[in-house]
């Protein structure tokens, strides 16, 4: 079975340049999530999408950052302007959400950000 | 807001030896699930155990166990005859169940080196 597909896997870019990362979920898993990863911090979500409605986005940390899941099997996430305090890994994660169900959320490999 | 605190940063263990990783959380809650992630130096983020609240089994999976404490808000990590391959970070992670929020609250990480 395909995992939670991420890319790119690593992204070196400027500082003000808009930066694009890509999720495909599993297969048949209804929500998503965007986390991220830093030393300072650990791992922290950002947003997360249930049947492709955002459902909570308060750890998105400003208006620079948007993500949007317009179908099933796909999501993105945007910085734009980038800054180099945005360097960190983001990890994508989907599960299915139903009723009380304990199922675990699948990461993919994450992207490594560097804003420079 | 839930917490979760992973009191030791560090941890080491020789190999075929047992060790136990400690976590403790903060919540009001009365039905929620617990999680360890695995994160090796590839930084995947893989599922070693769960726990459900309600269960007072503690949940095994062959080499990795859990000592789950509900009432001091404890979930530990035993790893038994431990191997090279365990060596990682393992994170500890909350998560709300029927009616609450999806998002996986994680600790900041214990870091256990094997040593052959």
């Known amino acids: 079975d395909a995992g939670v597909i991420q890319s790119p896997r690593h992204e070196v870019t400027e500082m003000g340049q808009e930066v694009t990362l890509r999720c495909k979920p599993i297969?048949?898993?209804?929500?998503l999530f965007w986390y991220r990863q830093t030393m300072m911090r650990g791992l922290e979500l950002l947003i997360y999408?249930?049947?492709?409605?955002?459902?909570?986005d308060s750890g998105m940390p400003e208006d620079r950052f948007s993500a949007k899941m317009p179908n099933a099997s796909f999501s993105t996430l945007k910085i734009q302007p980038s800054e180099p305090r945005d360097s960190a890994v983001y990890f994508c994660?989907?599960?299915?959400?139903?009723?009380?169900?304990?199922?675990?959320?699948?990461f993919g490999d994450g992207t490594r950000l560097s804003i420079l | 807001a839930q917490t979760v605190t992973q009191s030791q940063p560090e941890m080491s263990v020789q190999e075929a030896e047992t060790v136990t990783l400690s976590c403790t959380y903060d919540?009001?809650?009365?039905?929620?699930?617990l999680f360890w992630y695995k994160q090796p130096p590839s930084r995947q983020m893989i599922l070693v155990i769960r726990?459900?609240?309600?269960?007072?089994q503690n949940a095994t999976e062959n080499r990795f166990s859990v000592n789950f404490q509900k009432a001091a808000k404890s979930f530990s990590l035993k790893i038994s005859d431990s191997q090279l391959g365990d060596a990682a970070m393992y994170f500890c992670?909350?998560?709300?169940?029927?009616?609450?929020?999806?998002?996986?609250?994680f600790g900041k990480g214990t870091k256990l080196t094997v040593n052959p």
């Open positions: 726990q459900e609240a309600y269960k007072q």
């Open positions: 992670a909350y998560r709300s169940a029927w009616g609450g929020s999806e998002k996986l609250v």
């Open positions: 994660a989907s599960t299915y959400s139903g009723g009380h169900t304990n199922q675990p959320q699948h």
């Open positions: 297969s048949g898993h209804n929500s």
């Open positions: 919540t009001s809650e009365s039905d929620y699930y």
């Open positions: 999408f249930n049947n492709n409605v955002p459902i909570d």
